[in-house]
């Protein structure tokens, strides 16, 4: 039973954990849990939904192993929670790296990860424990990810970066190389991280200019880029 595996939750995360594991691991989905308040109803996806505090009894920790696929609520910190209490009922936590993700031997990853497709990861890279990446990344040679840190999609992680714990990075952001990012840092949607950041710090991108079609700046872009005349 080696391969069974146990999903804690009951969301748009843990449906999407199910079909790559399903469709691109080693692991077979045999059941989901979660806290009690969130049971609903005896199944979800077909198969059993069993309450946290009985999944120890009919999938044992010694003979299933689990994964926890929660989003990245209260900065990371319920996924920590969830993952921390897993490992306290005896799981060993799965990782998942998307088969259509370009990697390296060399690469270290902790537990219960959750890498999607399409990653540029190079050489020496370091990943924590329950760290949570979309799609369409590139992280750059020896750069180190903390543990329960999310990664949106389309962002890029230039060499030797190092990022704490409990991150989150928005779609498109950017940190240059030898940055060291702090714990419990939020970088949002197309921030550009350029010095270094000291836990708890926050860096936002400026909200893009809207230029009506009948705007000056709009007619002098048209003209010139695209020669057109409004």
């Known amino acids: 039973m080696d391969n069974k ?10 449906e999407l954990a199910y079909y790559y594991f399903t469709n691109d691991s080693e692991y077979e989905v045999v059941a989901f849990t979660a806290d009690n308040e969130f049971i609903k109803s005896d199944s979800f996806l077909n198969l059993p939904l069993v309450p946290v505090d009985k ?3 009919l999938f044992p920790p010694n003979k299933f192993k689990a994964h926890v696929a929660l989003s990245y609520r209260k900065l990371n910190q319920t996924r920590q929670e969830k993952f921390s ?3 306290d009922l005896g799981y060993s936590l799965v990782s998942y790296v998307c088969s259509k993700s370009v990697t390296w031997p060399d690469l270290t ?3 219960n990860c959750f890498i999607l497709e399409n990653q540029t990861i190079q050489p020496t890279v370091k990943i924590g424990d329950n760290v949570m990446i979309w799609s369409g990344n590139h992280l750059g040679h020896n750069c180190s990810i903390g543990d329960h840190t999310y990664i949106s999609s389309h962002v890029c992680i230039s060499g030797h970066v190092k990022i ?7 779609v498109n952001a950017t940190a240059a190389d030898f940055i060291k990012i702090g714990n419990d840092c939020f970088i ?23 230029f009506a079609k009948d705007s000056e700046l709009n007619k002098k872009v048209m003209r010139s880029y695209f020669k057109k005349e409004i």
């Not at 949002?188 to 200019?209: E, R």
């Open 164 to 170: 704490g714990e409990r991150c989150f990075l928005g």
């Open 109 to 111: 990853i902790g537990e």
């Open 55 to 57: 999944i120890c009894e």
């Open 5 to 14: 595996i146990v999903i804690f939750g009951t969301g748009e995360y843990a």
């Open 188 to 210: 949002g949607m197309g921030a550009s991280v350029v010095k270094d950041l000291q836990d708890g710090d926050m860096i936002l991108c400026a909200k893009s200019n809207v």
């Open 85 to 87: 209490m897993m490992k």
